[in-house]
């Protein structure tokens, strides 16, 4: 079974550009997450579908992020303009619609150096 | 609401060691409670859960946690270290009526020889 697939891996930009990042779950897997990682911190989850609806993105700075996730299945995250502050892994996600039980899968990451 | 606290940011044992990661939980209703490693460069691995079926969870790697109820806790336990223990540590949450998943903060973990 294909895991979490991410890219780009690594990223480096300079404040007020923009970037974008693409997260491509396991197969089947209605729940897909987007989390911020800064250095020395747990995960902090940016936004959360449910096949193609959003379910929580209460913590999405969305004057600067946005997030779609086209047919339910690919999603993007985007930022425009970056700041120093959203220097961070972005790390994505995917589980089965059931329960909430489901183990969660992550990808591998993509390291975001903004400066 | 819901949140979890991690006991110590790092931690250092000897090879061959206890190793043991506290974790706390706040939640009002049944939680579901999962440990994760995250070795350098890498992104998450799920080592155990906890779904309200035993309260004693075995996970990979010789790692098992136990829920308590009364504590509040999903404290994580290895018996004895060894040197590709070395990593980070993170307890979450899901909530049984909720499917946002919450992280702790971390642990490191280092094993010494």
């Known amino acids: 079974e294909a895991g979490v697939a991410q890219s780009p891996r690594y990223k480096i930009i300079e404040k007020r550009q923009s970037v974008a990042f693409w997260c491509n779950p396991i197969s089947g897997h209605a729940t897909l997450y987007w989390y911020q990682q800064i250095l020395g911190q747990g995960p902090k989850l940016l936004i959360q579908f449910q096949n193609n609806g959003v379910v929580d993105d209460s913590q999405l700075p969305k004057d600067r992020f946005s997030a779609e996730r086209l047919k339910g299945v690919d999603s993007t995250l985007k930022i425009q303009p970056a700041k120093l502050e959203d220097s961070a892994v972005y790390l994505c996600a995917s589980s089965s619609y059931g329960n909430p039980g489901s183990e969660a899968f992550f990808g591998q990451g993509t390291r975001l150096t903004v400066v | 609401a819901q949140s979890v606290t991690q006991l110590g940011s790092h931690v250092s044992v000897s090879e061959g060691a206890l190793v043991l990661l506290r974790c706390n939980y706040s939640s009002s209703v049944p939680p579901y409670l999962f440990w994760y490693v995250q070795y350098p460069n890498q992104g998450l691995q799920l080592l155990l859960k906890?779904?309200?079926?035993?309260?004693l969870v075995k996970g990979i790697n010789g790692f098992e946690a136990e829920f308590k109820k009364s504590e509040t806790s999903f404290h994580l336990t290895k018996p004895s270290a060894h040197m590709s223990d070395a990593a980070e540590y993170f307890c979450?949450?899901?909530?049984?009526?909720?499917?946002?998943?919450?992280f702790g903060a971390g642990t490191t973990v280092t094993v010494r020889a």
């Open positions: 979450a949450v899901n909530l049984s009526n909720d499917y946002k998943l919450s």
């Open positions: 906890y779904t309200s079926a035993a309260t």
